[in-house]
T-cell receptor, first 112, second 113 residues
């Protein structure tokens, strides 16, 4: 079993839709929860970051962490074609540096 | 501010050969991590270096190795290449404090024939 599970999709939605992306994990030691976005032929870039359980909102993006269920989510409101990318969840624990583990990534297509 | 630079961007090798990939981190970042990205497995952690020492290691065979120099630049080496080593190899640098946010390069795409 992988430490972090993420449905690879692809997920196709119309412009303006609300998108929900999710990951589950097995290691209860994870402290930091992140979402990275990766455009084609580019490296991933940090989109959202959350420490421990709770919600965090940034513009059209909302990240949720439920440590009791070992479940994290990313919501994208009013999705745009420019949101078409691969979204990777990532989790890390600090101890002798950060060890960050990524999910497989979900490929998202937003159709105009 | 320059980002993470990886060279070469693309390369083709044959089975049995070896390859060395290079990574220059963002100025001031002392931690450098390497990841292998494939369509089937996603991003898999190879190893992390800090101050010229390997601090964390993933579950890859000994054919995969790396090192870090005093200026924080890092190299990774894959010996006795196999077809399954074809992948995008991503380098990421970070501060060692705070959130540990990773800043990625654009990767080196390796094809093994």
């Amino acid at each position: 079993q992988k430490e972090v599970e993420q449905d690879p999709g692809p997920l196709s939605v119309p412009e303006g839709a609300i998108v929900s992306l999710n990951c589950t994990y097995s290691n209860s030691a994870f402290q930091y929860f992140m979402w990275y976005r990766q455009y084609s032929r580019k490296g991933p870039e940090l989109l959202m970051y959350t420490y421990s359980s709770g919600n965090k909102e940034d513009g059209r993006f909302t990240a949720q962490v439920d440590k009791s269920s070992k479940y994290i989510s990313l919501f994208i409101r009013d999705s745009q074609p420019s949101d078409s990318a691969t979204y990777l969840c990532a989790m890390s624990v600090q101890g002798g540096g950060f060890k960050t583990i990524f999910g497989a990534g979900t490929r998202l297509f937003v159709k105009a | 501010k320059a980002g993470v630079t990886q060279t070469p961007r693309y390369l083709i090798k044959t089975r049995g050969q070896q390859v060395t990939l290079s990574c220059s981190p963002i100025s001031g970042h002392r931690s450098v991590s390497w990841y292998q990205q494939t369509p089937g497995q996603g991003l898999q952690f190879l190893f992390e270096y800090f101050s010229e020492t390997q601090r964390n290691k993933g579950n890859f065979p000994g054919r995969f190795s790396g090192r870090q120099f005093s200026n924080s630049r890092s190299e990774m080496n894959v010996s006795t290449l196999e077809l399954g080593d074809s992948a995008l190899y991503l380098c990421a640098s970070s501060f060692d404090t705070g959130t540990g946010e990773l800043f990625f390069g654009e990767g080196s795409r390796l094809t093994v024939l």
